[in-house]
Every structure is written in C-alpha cells, then in structure tokens.
C-alpha cells in the first residue's frame, strides 16, 4: 500500500521533534534545547481517521552564518533538501513566540521554489487567547497559518491533522493493494547481494565489484517465478555510521534503509567466508545485528541468506547445523527466521529464495481464528502460569489477533504492568508452536480490562 510522506521542516528548536511525537503519540523523536540535535531525517508511520502516512522529521535548517558554529550544519541542510525532495506535503513550522526570523524568511523561499504544497504551522500557541500571535506569519506568503502548541497538544494539532489528511494527493494505486511480493536484499557492504541479484534474474543487471559500496541506489527489478511476481530490490551495503562518508553514500544508506522498510521480506545476506573457521569470532557484525532488528521493528518477514557457502573449507555433514546453531545463539531475535546456504558464483540454492520469501510473506499475513488464539493463550496460562509480582498475578481474559504483516495479538488481562518480557517470549514461542509463523516476527500487546479501546 503506497503511503504519502509528509516532511516537517524549520530551523532548529521550534518544535519539530516535538509535534512529531504528539501525532504519533510516542516519544521517539528526540527532543533537546540544543539547535540540531535531531541531524537525520527519521522516518515514522503515522494515521489520521483511517488515512495513513509516513512522517519525516527534520534535523533544524541552519544558514551559512552559523556553520563554523554548527559543523553539522551542511550536512543537516542536504538532509532537509531531500526529504523536502521526496515528500508530497511539507508542514513548515515556526515558533509563535520568537515571530518571523531571517532563517524563516530564508526556508520560506526554499519552499516557495519548491512549488510543494504548505502548511504553514506556528507552534508555541499554548492558549486560544494567543492565536493573534499568528497573524504576523501571513507574511511569508505561504497561506494562512495554521496554530498549535505541540508541547501540550491542546491547541491545534487534531485541525492540523485533519488539513494533512485533506491536502495529501490520493492516487488510484493508494487504493489498490500491491500482490507482488518485495524482497529487499540488504546486509553489510560486499556479501554478494548484487551477485545474487544478478543470478536470480540472469542478467548484470547490478553492477558487481570488489570495492564495497559499488550499488549506490536501491535497485527495484521485477521477475516472474512460477507464476508469481516479485521485485528484487538491491541495496547499498548498510555500515556503521562512523564508517560511512558524507554526502552520496550517507544517503544510498538512508534508501537501503527505507527500501528494508517498504519491503514485505527481508533477505538478510551473510558472507559465510567470514570467521567461520574461528571458534570464538562472530558470524555477524554488530551492524548485521542492527538491520535484523529494524527488520524486525518495521514488522517486515525475514529470511538469512549465507552465500558464498562454497568457498567454506573442511565442510562436513554437521556444518549447517553448526552454523545455524551459533548464529541463532548469537542473534537470538532472528531465531524465527529460516536460513539458506547458497553459492551466487555457482548459482546454487538462490531459486529456493523465492520459495521462501513466498513462505515467510504467507506467513507474515496469516490470520488465526480468535477461538483458536484463546485456546492456545488459554492453555499456555495454565500449563505455566505467570510468576506472581508484589502478591498479583497476571491473569489472561481474553486473546484475539487485530493485524497481520506482523500478526499482532491483542491479550486483554487484569493488570498489563504484571507482563514481563520473558512471559512474553514465552507466550510468543506458543503461538508458534502452535501455529505457521516461521520467518515473521510477532507482536503481543497486553492491555488492561480497563483500558479503552484505541488508548
């Protein structure tokens, strides 16, 4: 389902972090006093009376004056051009109670040019009463402001949300559910993803190369297997953000990023060549860990790809196993995720991607009847009962599972402070035995009796 971006730009400290987290009622923007702390754009899904839409929040526009002051001033301005680049609504806000500054005028002529739509957005109107404090704004010529107190969230925010949705363009493919299946092949910079690409569909469709970071873009390819279309999306290898340079690789990463995200699998790739031989070394990168878990927390399926498998030395008929044993061990949060051995050199194992991709999709929209759900969750409560904490115990009243792509289940108990993680997991490895999750991950909310529905 294609979403519409929405980009929240202005200079530093006027509470762009802030208005971000009140609309997707979490606080995991970050919020200082400090001008440009939030440096990267952060991509967030956000929904306003069944539209939904993604939000970029913005690090603060910074002009030339105060880049020896700011030495991420640059690069914060490039991040503020793409993001204004690719969004289709641009929520300009600016501080009621500091009025009209040059920097504003400036970004105001940056929007102008840009010729996207604007709401223009005055924050720090903490009562009714200092909505005349608004009038001043009218002229930057962007239309008429729009006030809200972003901190507080009494004043403006649901009408702002409302123009949002009104304004963003609704296209027919908004309404159409895309059948094809995306697979995005991602992992660290070298592994053979372009490699695999390129044998999966036969042709050098991707350019391959020894030099790390040679793809530069997220590479979409669409390919029919077996009846089914798919589209193969190749990556830039995703480093650590100390290692990786400013300027065009910065941002080939943020689009391998947002590429795993609008995904529907996964295809985390592994070089089976690296520390296989060691006893004590890792299989995987502390990098390798990181993009499993933004797989994870964007709800994506996932399936782990070892390739260069053939050029493991001293194999034997354990190795596999052995393989699969420690890697589990030492990504326990991929435990669910099915692994293939391959060859991209060879071309061994890579059509089985497809198969299992197909699987995992499956899997990840898989919907279980809510007798079925309070049967198992019901059973697993009495075969081992949650421990007691402070003299209460948890009590299961009622399961039901409310999404898919991840399945999530809603548990509704008397008390949703008395699950601990461990039950959770707990809970988590019951449903799957119990039920065909293999490759997706899950999610359990528990919620009180007394919670109302949509809290």
């Given at each position: 389902?294609?979403?519409?971006?929405?980009?929240?730009?202005?200079?530093?400290?006027?509470?762009?972090?802030?208005?971000?987290?009140?609309?997707?009622?979490?606080?995991?923007?970050?919020?200082?006093?400090?001008?440009?702390?939030?440096?990267?754009?952060?991509?967030?899904?956000?929904?306003?009376?069944?539209?939904?839409?993604?939000?970029?929040?913005?690090?603060?526009?910074?002009?030339?004056?105060?880049?020896?002051?700011?030495?991420?001033?640059?690069?914060?301005?490039?991040?503020?051009?793409?993001?204004?680049?690719?969004?289709?609504?641009?929520?300009?806000?600016?501080?009621?109670?500091?009025?009209?500054?040059?920097?504003?005028?400036?970004?105001?002529?940056?929007?102008?040019?840009?010729?996207?739509?604007?709401?223009?957005?005055?924050?720090?109107?903490?009562?009714?009463?200092?909505?005349?404090?608004?009038?001043?704004?009218?002229?930057?010529?962007?239309?008429?402001?729009?006030?809200?107190?972003?901190?507080?969230?009494?004043?403006?925010?649901?009408?702002?949300?409302?123009?949002?949705?009104?304004?963003l363009p609704v296209e027919e493919d908004e309404a159409v559910q895309d059948e094809r299946i995306h697979i995005a092949l991602v992992g660290r910079p070298n592994v053979g993803k372009s490699s695999i690409l390129n044998a999966l569909i036969g042709e050098e469709r991707s350019i391959v190369s020894d030099i790390?970071?040679?793809?530069?873009?997220?590479?979409?390819?669409?390919?029919?297997?077996?009846?089914?279309?798919?589209?193969?999306?190749?990556?830039?290898?995703?480093?650590?953000?100390?290692?990786?340079?400013?300027?065009?690789?910065?941002?080939?990463?943020?689009?391998?990023?947002?590429?795993?995200?609008?995904?529907?699998?996964?295809?985390?790739?592994?070089?089976?060549?690296?520390?296989?031989?060691?006893?004590?070394?890792?299989?995987?990168?502390?990098?390798?860990?990181?993009?499993?878990?933004?797989?994870?927390?964007?709800?994506?399926?996932?399936?782990?790809?070892?390739?260069?498998?053939?050029?493991?030395?001293?194999?034997?008929?354990?190795s596999v196993d052995q393989y699969k044993k420690k890697l589990y061990q030492e990504v326990p949060h991929a435990v669910f995720a099915p692994v293939l051995f391959t060859s991209a050199a060879k071309g061994q194992r890579l059509q089985n991607i497809y198969e299992l991709a197909q699987t995992v999709y499956e899997?990840?929209?898989?919907?279980?009847?809510?007798?079925?759900?309070?049967?198992?969750?019901?059973?697993?409560?009495?075969?081992?009962?949650?421990?007691?904490?402070?003299?209460?115990?948890?009590?299961?009243?009622?399961?039901?599972?409310?999404?898919?792509?991840?399945?999530?289940?809603?548990?509704?108990?008397?008390?949703?402070?008395?699950?601990?993680?461990?039950?959770?997991?707990?809970?988590?490895?019951?449903?799957?035995?119990?039920?065909?999750?293999?490759?997706?991950?899950?999610?359990?909310?528990?919620?009180?009796?007394?919670?109302?529905?949509?809290?």
């Open positions: 389902m294609k979403k519409r971006t929405v980009a929240v730009i202005g200079r530093p400290n006027v509470g762009k972090s802030t208005l971000v987290n009140r609309i997707i009622g979490a606080r995991k923007a970050i919020v200082d006093d400090m001008p440009g702390v939030t440096r990267d754009r952060s991509y967030y899904e956000a929904e306003w009376q069944g539209r939904t839409f993604t939000l970029v929040d913005t690090g603060g526009v910074m002009p030339d004056a105060e880049k020896e002051e700011h030495p991420f001033a640059e690069l914060i301005n490039m991040q503020v051009e793409i993001a204004l680049a690719e969004a289709d609504l641009v929520v300009f806000l600016l501080d009621g109670q500091a009025g009209i500054t040059a920097v504003d005028e400036d970004i105001a002529e940056q929007l102008r040019r840009s010729g996207k739509p604007i709401l223009l957005t005055i924050n720090k109107i903490d009562r009714h009463d200092q909505k005349a404090l608004a009038a001043e704004f009218y002229a930057l010529s962007l239309g008429e402001p729009h006030s809200l107190s972003a901190l507080h969230g009494n004043v403006g925010v649901g009408d702002l949300l409302d123009e949002i949705t009104r304004r790390s970071g040679t793809t530069r873009d997220a590479l979409n390819v669409p390919v029919m297997h077996e009846g089914r279309e798919f589209v193969l999306v190749d990556t830039a290898g995703i480093r650590k953000k100390g290692k990786v340079d400013y300027g065009v690789e910065m941002f080939s990463v943020d689009r391998s990023i947002r590429a795993l995200r609008d995904a529907n699998v996964t295809v985390m790739v592994l070089d089976a060549t690296e520390n296989m031989q060691s006893q004590m070394a890792s299989m995987v990168t502390d990098q390798d860990k990181k993009i499993i878990e933004m797989s994870n927390e964007a709800g994506r399926g996932l399936v782990i790809v070892v390739n260069k498998w053939d050029l493991v030395a001293n194999k034997t008929s354990k899997n990840a929209n898989r919907r279980v009847k809510t007798s079925l759900v309070n049967e198992v969750m019901s059973e697993a409560f009495t075969l081992s009962p949650p421990p007691p904490i402070k003299n209460k115990r948890l009590k299961l009243l009622y399961a039901t599972q409310v999404g898919v792509a991840p399945p999530t289940f809603i548990l509704f108990v008397n008390d949703a402070k008395l699950m601990k993680d461990s039950y959770r997991r707990y809970l988590e490895k019951k449903l799957r035995e119990n039920f065909e999750f293999a490759g997706t991950p899950l999610v359990i909310v528990p919620r009180s009796r007394d919670e109302k529905k949509g809290r």
